[in-house]
């Protein structure tokens, strides 16, 4: 498997944005939605940018600049360097080039819609408490088109369940059982909600079942102790 799929926080994380086109208006726009401070890199600007300025004014920065590979090569390999370097540009040589001046200094970066990017980026499926990342390697629109159906599926059979799992886990009742406890716990309640496809109540209803047997039983103290060991 080439790809991990990682969940990151962009809040105040310096992102540059190569290019000026509406390409890169679209792709610094979703990164500013997730809190990320962009700088964008071009020597022409689409209008689209005007509007991001009004709505972004502490997040956005416009550098009327050429982003050379000598450009990249010196913000790269600075003390504080950019989060991830997102190349729009036209003309996929010097994308490209510019890339591998960030991979050679450890710099994150990406290639929008190229298979060969070393990040590829994709809009998640995301409803509170659950967020889905779903890619066509390459197929944008492929992309978008499994996340409004995984996102139909979800909305439709898993949920409730999944919000109800998430409630239970920040209840009162939940807080009195200690970091091991908890992990035996909600492992066995994910499980049987699996086995339940979606069924929260019967898969409360086993779960705490199997925990109690554990108590009568005087097994949970061995439980614990193997929990605790993969704690430590």
């Not at 726009?29 to 600007?45: I, N, P, Q, R």
């Not at 390459?138 to 159906?149: A, N």
């Not at 998430?166 to 209840?171: E, F, H, I, K, L």
Request: net charge negative; glycine share 4%; aromatic share 10%.
């Amino acid at each position: 498997m080439r790809y991990r799929s990682f969940f990151i926080s962009l809040k105040n994380k310096s992102c540059f944005v190569i290019g000026g086109n509406k390409s890169a208006a679209k792709i610094s726009s979703s990164l500013m939605a997730d809190g990320a401070l962009v700088t964008v890199w071009s020597e022409d600007f689409a209008e689209d940018f005007l509007a991001l300025g009004k709505k972004y004014p502490k997040q956005l920065n416009l550098l009327q600049a050429r982003f050379t590979r000598e450009v990249a090569n010196h913000y790269c390999s600075a003390k504080v360097k950019p989060f991830i370097v997102i190349t729009a540009l036209t003309d996929s040589e010097i994308n490209r080039a510019i890339c591998d001046v960030c991979i050679r200094n450890n710099v994150l970066s990406a290639i929008p819609n190229e298979l060969g990017s070393e990040v590829i980026i994709a809009d998640n499926y995301s409803v509170d408490p659950v967020e889905i990342s779903v890619i066509a390697k390459g197929f944008p629109v492929l992309t978008k088109r499994l996340q409004e159906v995984f996102g139909k599926y979800l909305d439709k059979t898993w949920l409730d369940s999944v919000k109800a799992y998430s409630d239970y886990a920040n209840s009162e009742e939940a807080s009195q059982l200690n970091e091991a406890e908890k992990r035996i716990f909600f492992r066995r309640l994910a499980e049987e909600i699996i086995k339940s496809e979606g069924d929260f109540e019967q898969a409360f209803k086993i779960t705490k079942a199997y925990y109690e047997n554990l108590q009568a039983q005087d097994d949970l103290l061995l439980e614990l102790a193997g929990e605790r060991s993969l704690m430590d």
